[in-house]
């Protein structure tokens, strides 16, 4: 890297602008959404059936049928960090916690890496520590769909989430 700019610092991500030699030895500047990475949920009750969140996205104005999914802490572990979302997403605890794929959804400007999990033995949470609950700006509702449900709500347009439709290739 030749030169480091730090242009926006968020909650979530923040977005530098590097000027940096590329490896055919070409000069460029380029800007990069740096994200700490993310967990994306496959929490399913059994092997046909797959729980997904309706939440409303502000950015498309509108809402969105999608799996569960969240932004990892600094330093969580991701297979932590897919128990606790499922917690706070859905209300139900992991039993077990399957690593599946992991994928660079934009890596054209964004170094956010998925990590897809399969979430099974789903019970209720332990009552003896706090509850997990969505975010402030999270209005979640939930649904146990079955694989085939979901596939056809992709075909016809009703889920048109790629993190969505990429994850459901992995079960």
Request: net charge negative; proline share 7%.
């Amino acid at each position: 890297m030749l030169a480091h700019e730090e242009i926006y610092q968020g909650r979530i991500f923040s977005v530098v602008r590097d000027r940096v030699r590329l490896p055919k030895g070409v000069e460029a500047t380029m800007e990069v959404v740096r994200h700490p990475g993310s967990v994306v949920l496959l929490p399913m009750r059994d092997p046909q059936h797959v729980i997904l969140v309706k939440q409303y996205r502000y950015a498309v104005d509108r809402w969105v049928w999608e799996l569960a999914a969240g932004s990892l802490k600094p330093g969580e572990d991701p297979a932590s960090g897919a128990a606790r979302e499922c917690e706070e997403e859905t209300g139900f605890a992991p039993g077990r916690v399957d690593f599946v794929g992991a994928f660079y959804p934009t890596p054209g400007y964004c170094d956010e890496k998925m990590n897809f999990f399969k979430l099974t033995a789903l019970a209720a949470p332990d009552a003896s520590r706090p509850a997990a609950s969505p975010d402030e700006d999270e209005d979640i509702r939930t649904r146990s769909f079955s694989l085939d449900e979901v596939r056809d709500m992709i075909r016809r347009g009703e889920i048109d989430d790629l993190k969505t439709v990429a994850g459901l290739t992995l079960v």
